[in-house]
């Protein structure tokens, strides 16, 4: 499976960004979903999971109540819908595409990657 992620840019903090993640080839269903990011200077972190198609969910505490995770299976898309953006926020944000496991929040369990996009957020 190929992916695109898309929707980064520039926003002021509080504001609001949604990213997209666009799949292109066969079986986007069967996959585990994830969002990632990496800051300048940092290791790549968790940021979101959901399940296949029973859409289960998990966020990084960092986001909780702030950031929400979805996927829309007809659409071969996965989306995070980023509210009340912070400065500490910034990095590039990675989807990545995986197979099911206890542990979702791990980049271990992703075997596909998209290239990235630049959410920057000012204070």
């Known amino acids: 499976v190929q992916l695109q992620a898309s929707g980064g840019g520039l926003v002021q903090a509080g504001g609001s960004l949604r990213l997209s993640c666009a799949a292109s080839?066969?079986?986007?269903?069967?996959?585990?979903m994830g969002w990632f990011r990496q800051a300048p200077g940092k290791e790549r972190e968790f940021v979101a999971a959901?399940?296949?198609?029973?859409?289960?969910?998990y966020h990084a505490d960092s986001v909780k109540g702030r950031f929400t995770i979805s996927r829309d299976n007809a659409k071969n898309t996965m989306y995070l819908q980023m509210n009340n953006l912070k400065p500490e926020d910034t990095a590039v944000y990675y989807c990545?595409?995986?197979?099911?496991?206890?542990?979702?929040?791990?980049?271990?369990?992703?075997?596909?990657w998209g290239q990235g996009t630049l959410v920057t957020v000012s204070s």
């Open positions: 080839g066969r079986s986007f269903s069967s996959y585990v």
């Open positions: 959901i399940s296949r198609n029973v859409y289960r969910t």
């Open positions: 990545a595409a995986g197979y099911d496991g206890v542990d979702l929040s791990s980049l271990s369990r992703y075997e596909y």
